[in-house]
């Protein structure tokens, strides 16, 4: 198994709630991916966090958001929740870039959106 | 932005045999493709991986090729066990920038005892 946690485990809420999920990187590790999975798909890139700074994003909307915290863990924030974005959440983390950048998941955050 | 197509879906093999799945990339400029495996409700895991500056890499009995020019890798298990019984998923990422991850779609192996 990786050093990498998430929390909460599962989570259920309603639409237009929002939401915060919380990863711990493995230690020794600076960098935050996040992924989103929805069922029977690959995992699809949100963001990305290095040292406390965004550095990357992919197709998603600006009501999905995140922070690095000088610990190097990292919260996902989900505003206005809608339907679709019901899936696990994944979260990688890894050392910097380049040769070391070998990502490493953490269990996720299922997420139910009623 | 880079692509990463994967096939098969499915895959049923029998306890023994040899699997392989194979993914495509568009992206000339990924050099670093990895392999996790996820097993129903865990996280995926690394599995192997593969840089662009190597044809072949092996580890007991998985093994990932790369065809730069073609733009194709793929990843071989030998004497297939019930415990290979997962979904498996390729990825591959580019250079600078986020270095994200992209995946394919996944292949769900069943290994028949």
């Known amino acids: 198994e990786t050093g990498v946690t998430q929390s909460p485990t599962h989570l259920i809420k309603t639409r237009g709630q929002q939401v915060t999920l919380r990863c711990s990187s493995q230690s020794g590790h600076n960098t935050v991916s996040w992924y989103q999975q929805a069922l029977g798909q690959g995992p699809q890139f949100i963001f990305q966090?290095?040292?406390?700074?965004?550095?990357g994003r992919g197709n998603f909307p600006p009501r999905f958001s995140g922070l690095q915290f000088p610990n190097y863990s990292s919260e996902l924030n989900v505003n206005a929740l809608e339907l679709d974005d019901s899936a696990l959440y994944l979260c990688a983390s890894s050392l910097g870039a380049g040769e070391q950048g070998t990502q490493y998941f953490g269990p996720g955050t299922r997420l139910t959106v009623l | 932005g880079e692509n990463v197509e994967q096939h098969p879906s499915t895959l049923s093999v029998q306890e023994g045999d040899s699997a392989v799945i194979k993914c495509t990339y568009s992206d000339s400029a990924s050099n670093y493709f990895p392999w996790y495996k996820q097993e129903l409700g865990k996280r995926p895991q690394l599995i192997i991986d593969?840089?662009?500056?190597?044809g072949e890499k092996k580890d007991q009995r998985i093994a990932v090729t790369l065809n730069k020019t073609a733009k194709h890798f793929s990843l071989h298990i030998t004497e297939t066990q019930p415990e290979d019984s997962a979904v498996y998923f390729c990825a591959a990422r580019s250079q600078g920038g986020s270095e994200k991850l992209v995946f394919g779609k996944g292949t769900k192996l069943t290994v028949n005892p």
């Open positions: 593969i840089r662009s500056n190597v």
């Open positions: 966090y290095y040292r406390e700074e965004e550095n």
